[in-house]
T-cell receptor, first 113, second 114 residues
């Protein structure tokens, strides 16, 4: 089955700095890679996703890159703000069954004002 | 309007009891899921279910069983609860349409077994 590794497990940055979270996956058949943000006491919420036919995707301060050959993908958050503080999960799945994802172990991001 | 709703939000119960967690989605999605999040925040899928197919993660004990009265509901039944079942359980749903893949999660049910 799929195995997703995520690093780092914790990340602390100063407000305004950039944050990068990296993930690797094992199953070359995976073709959908979502990123979820989980705030305290809430369920994970999709913030950005990327499909295997794309190398990079950007949405305002958030970007994701994918290297299918190396089987790794990364989340980049620029100009971080305190409200970006949360647990971030990467995941890998198939497009036809996106909810059946294998999740990374999560990264706790703290943005210091 | 709540997209995926779970009840109860908190559940405290004694070892050996049988309990259920309810989940409803009003998104018209075909597929629903149950995830378990342990104390270290690790998220693991337990079940994937649509009206044709139930896929069970082989690591899930058979004391756990999903029950779907209709397409919009997927309830989780747990028999003979154990201390190790304490966790946050998330219900989720997604469409099977390749053009729209986002999975929506409920707010979670924090289960504490004492």
């Amino acid at each position: 089955g799929e195995n997703v590794e995520q690093h780092p497990s914790t990340l602390s940055v100063q407000e305004g700095d950039s944050a990068v979270i990296k993930c690797t996956y094992s199953d070359s058949a995976s073709n959908y890679f979502p990123w979820y943000k989980q705030e305290l006491g809430k369920g994970p919420q999709l913030i950005i996703d990327i499909r295997s036919n794309v190398g990079e995707k950007k949405d305002q301060r958030i970007a994701v890159t994918l290297n299918k050959t190396a089987k790794h993908f990364s989340l980049h958050i620029t100009e971080t703000q305190p409200e970006d503080s949360a647990v971030y999960f990467c995941a890998a799945s198939w497009l036809t069954n996106a909810g059946k994802s294998t999740f990374g172990d999560g990264t706790t991001l703290t943005v210091k004002p | 309007d709540t997209a995926v709703s779970q009840t109860p939000k908190y559940l405290v119960t004694q070892m050996g009891n049988d309990k259920s967690i309810k989940c409803e989605q009003n998104l018209g999605h075909d597929t629903m899921y149950w995830y378990k999040q342990d104390s270290k925040k690790f998220l693991k899928i337990m079940f994937s279910y649509n009206n044709k197919e139930l896929i069970i993660n082989e690591t899930v004990p058979n004391r756990f069983s999903p029950k779907s009265p209709d397409k919009a509901h997927l309830n989780l039944h747990i028999n003979s609860l154990e201390l190790g079942d304490s966790a946050v359980y998330f219900c989720a749903s997604s469409p099977r349409d390749r053009g729209n893949t986002e999975a929506f999660f409920g707010q979670g049910t924090r289960l504490t077994v004492v």
